[in-house]
């Protein structure tokens, strides 16, 4: 069981203690992450890091909690853009900006991503289809479409789940010569689709 920290320098150790985590599963694995080693990396003894987290399971659970918060503040960031943009350019921006963050750190989240089975990943995602959801009916409200879409909330959820079990798969086991510039393109063509939008000119963004 995970304790809840008031002072400020006990937060940092749990933040501390989550970051070393997520290295630790990164470059270890599952299996590897032991609390011995999290703890040095962490810079802290075996018995510090009992004293705020009960096991490694409650550790790793931080870490998808770190992971999930960072993914709702993107998804959140851009239901407030929706008003001003069409389908397709929240899409690719918001998936953009998904893959920015798993590659940050060196790619730490996208190491920890191919775990996702061992993990309670599913729980999670459940919160962001939940947002992904609030966000296409922000859209619609905004960019009411001439004729009714039949079956709408059935097509959102498996666009949705298509989008996120996708990255899940594409960042575990990558499929050769399909990139992620062409998966979040054939999603924002899917999401016009979907929608009834009007087409609209694809999208090239230059590789950085």
Same mark, same amino acid.
């Given at each position: 069981?995970?304790?809840?920290?008031?002072?400020?320098?006990?937060?940092?150790?749990?933040?501390?203690?989550?970051?070393?985590?997520?290295?630790?599963?990164?470059?270890?694995?599952?299996?590897?992450?032991?609390?011995?080693?999290?703890?040095?990396?962490?810079?802290?003894?075996?018995?510090?890091?009992?004293?705020?987290?009960?096991?490694?399971?409650?550790?790793?659970?931080?870490?998808?909690?770190?992971? +999930? #918060?960072? &993914?709702?503040? $993107? @998804?959140?960031?851009?239901?407030?853009?929706? !008003?001003?943009?069409?389908?397709?350019?929240? %899409?690719?921006?918001?998936?953009?900006?998904?893959?920015?963050?798993?590659?940050?750190?060196?790619?730490?989240?996208?190491?920890?991503?191919?775990?996702?089975?061992?993990?309670?990943?599913?729980?999670?995602?459940?919160?962001?289809?939940?947002?992904?959801?609030?966000?296409?009916?922000?859209?619609?409200?905004?960019?009411?479409?001439?004729?009714?879409?039949?079956?709408?909330?059935?097509?959102?959820?498996?666009?949705? +789940? #298509?989008? &996120?079990?996708? $990255? @899940?798969?594409?960042?575990?086991?990558?499929? !050769?010569?399909?990139?992620?510039?062409?998966? %979040?393109?054939?999603?924002?063509?899917?999401?016009?689709?979907?929608?009834?939008?009007?087409?609209?000119?694809?999208?090239?963004?230059?590789?950085?």
């Amino acid at each position: 069981m995970r304790r809840n920290p008031r002072q400020e320098r006990s937060k940092a150790m749990v933040t501390s203690l989550i970051d070393a985590t997520a290295l630790a599963i990164a470059e270890h694995g599952i299996s590897g992450a032991n609390t011995v080693l999290i703890a040095e990396k962490a810079g802290v003894s075996v018995g510090s890091l009992y004293q705020y987290f009960d096991s490694k399971e409650d550790l790793f659970e931080g870490v998808l909690e770190q992971m +999930n #918060s960072g &993914l709702l503040a $993107i @998804v959140n960031a851009q239901i407030e853009q929706l !008003p001003n943009k069409d389908i397709r350019v929240f %899409i690719h921006d918001l998936l953009d900006q998904v893959w920015q963050f798993l590659e940050a750190n060196d790619q730490r989240y996208l190491h920890i991503v191919k775990y996702w089975a061992q993990l309670d990943f599913v729980r999670f995602m459940n919160e962001l289809q939940n947002r992904m959801t609030t966000a296409f009916a922000i859209y619609i409200m905004h960019h009411p479409t001439n004729a009714p879409v039949s079956e709408l909330p059935t097509k959102i959820y498996v666009l949705i +789940n #298509s989008v &996120l079990f996708t $990255i @899940v798969r594409h960042v575990s086991d990558p499929a !050769p010569h399909i990139s992620r510039e062409k998966i %979040i393109e054939v999603f924002a063509q899917l999401a016009e689709q979907v929608l009834g939008a009007p087409a609209s000119v694809p999208i090239t963004r230059l590789k950085v």
